[in-house]
C-alpha cells in the first residue's frame, strides 16, 4: 500500500513538530517518531527562551553582541543575526500554538536575565518551559486535521526514487521498537511533495543545511531552516 502525503516529516521533537505545523495548511503531512510524541529531550529543558521583546530598553543589535561575546567571536555571524532577528515571531508563534509563558501582575512577560545576556529577554515557564513548549506542539499537532502521526517507527533506509511527476516515491524501512530484530522490520511507500529530516543531530543536519532553507524561502516559512550553527566558526 502506498499512502500518499504532501509532505514527509522524519523526527517528532520540537523541530519536526513546528515544521509539520507550519506546512500543514499547505496540504497533508505524516510525521514519523521513533516512539511517541511524548519522547523528547525537549521537556527536560528547564531554562527559557531568549528573544527580545521589552523595546524600550532592548533591542537586536544588543542581543546579537551579547551572543557573539557569549560564543568568543567564533560563532557564524549570520547564523547568530538570523536567530536574533526571528526569535519574536517565533515566540507569537509558539504562543498561537498553545505556549503559555509567564507574565508578571502588569500582564507582560515576566522576563529573567541569565548569565552571558545584558537585558532582560528570557521567557519561561516557571521552571519547566521545556516540558511547556512540548506538550502544548504535541496538542497543536493532535489537533490538526491535516497532520497524521505515525509511532514506533524508527527510520533506519529511505530510498528516494526519479520521478518525472511532481510527488516523490519514497520507500521508507524502519526497525519497530523495541529492538532491532530483522523480523520486526516493515517498510511503509508514501508518494509525497517534499521530505525534511528534523533530527538535526544526525542527517537532518546535512538535508537541511541542502535542501529546507530553499523550500522555506519558496513557501516564506521562517523558523525552521536552519543556518550554520551558531556555534560554528568561520572558515
Known sequence: MVRKFDFLVIGSGIA????????????KVALICKSGLEEANTYFAQGGVASVTNLLVDNFDKHIEDTMIAGDWISNRAAVEKVVREAPAQIEELIKWGVDFDKNEKGEFDLHREGGHSEFRILHHKDNTGAEIQDSLIKAVQRHPNITVIENQFAIEINLFESREEVIPVTLRFAVIPGWDAQQQNVISFQIFFAAFCNVMDIGNVFTKLFLNHFCDIFGITGVAAEKDASDSHE
Open 16 to 27: 519536526g513538530m513546528s515544521f509539520a505545523l507550519k506546512v500543514a495548511h499547505k496540504g
